[in-house]
């Protein structure tokens, strides 16, 4: 059998990390199952231990210092030894069978399944734990097609690929001197998914639904912090820098391009609206004409905010009760996300 260390960074998730962890311990795959406690100021830990009712293969970890995703999940990867790593959320599942199914796919180094979110209080319903939907072959996953189903498109929601929570091999990951970025605390996966398979990384995705995103209200508005914002576009750049050689490197450069294109158009959206809170609207349209190159992306971001806002405009926000992938539909990844 082959083992996996399952990851949970949890941060004040008292009232969900029970469920995650029971879900992980549940896999016969998992040989670990790692929660970095990171700094809660509830009782996150001891919820996770009464979950696991003595079973040996749980570790619980403290932080008394709010590190932040990555650098949890950096060091639940450095206190397992399984040769294979799952990434949970702690107010999320993984449906029974999820574990065997992933890492009996052949050829990967990164294999990710489907994701149905559902309302945090709604119970999965039994269909789905029982006979998950999608099929079980696998497909791979080029970097291009990858970064694309993180863009937004004229008429549609931003892309959600990012999203994904693929099992990957320590080997590939740790083994090519990759780990999360600990300055990231928005895109950290996306960034890391990237940086491997620029390595080389071999990437694979089913569509089969094998992992429950809990949905709380007003959790998918998009609102990030405008620090963040920035980091997650110098991340981008970094990843342009490294695209080279070859007509995938330059199909994958021009998909990398405009991801930070967009990103730093969300950053100057962010900036913008922190400027006039704090010095009014004379201090916003400085930043906004210095250089005069930041006034377009500005004012395409204002009018796509008030677009999104009004009622029953598409786009305006993520349904709950859905899959991240189309079960059957055909075509690639990046074309159905």
Known sequence: MTGVAVLIAARNAEATIAASVVSALAQPEAAEVVVVDDASTDATGQAARQAAAGDARLTVLRSDANIGPAAARNLAIARSAAPLIAVLDADDLMLPGRLAHLVAQPGWDLIADNIAFLDADAPVPGALACDPPGPAGSEPLELADFVRGNLTRRGTARGELGFLKPVMRRDAIAGRGLSYDTALWLGEDYDLYVRAMLAGARFRLTRRVGYVARVRAGSLS??????????????????????????????????????????????????????????GLGSALALALRPPANLLPIAAGVLADKLAAIPGRAGAASPIGRYLLPIDAPGSPASRG
């Open 222 to 279: 998009g609102r990030h912090r405008t620090a963040d914002l920035a980091a997650l576009a110098g991340a981008s750049a970094r990843h342009l820098g490294l695209a080279t050689g070859g007509q995938s490197a330059a199909d994958a450069a021009a998909a990398i391009a405009e991801h930070r294109r967009q990103v730093h158009a969300r950053y100057l959206l962010r900036a913008f609206l922190d400027a006039k809170a704090e010095g």
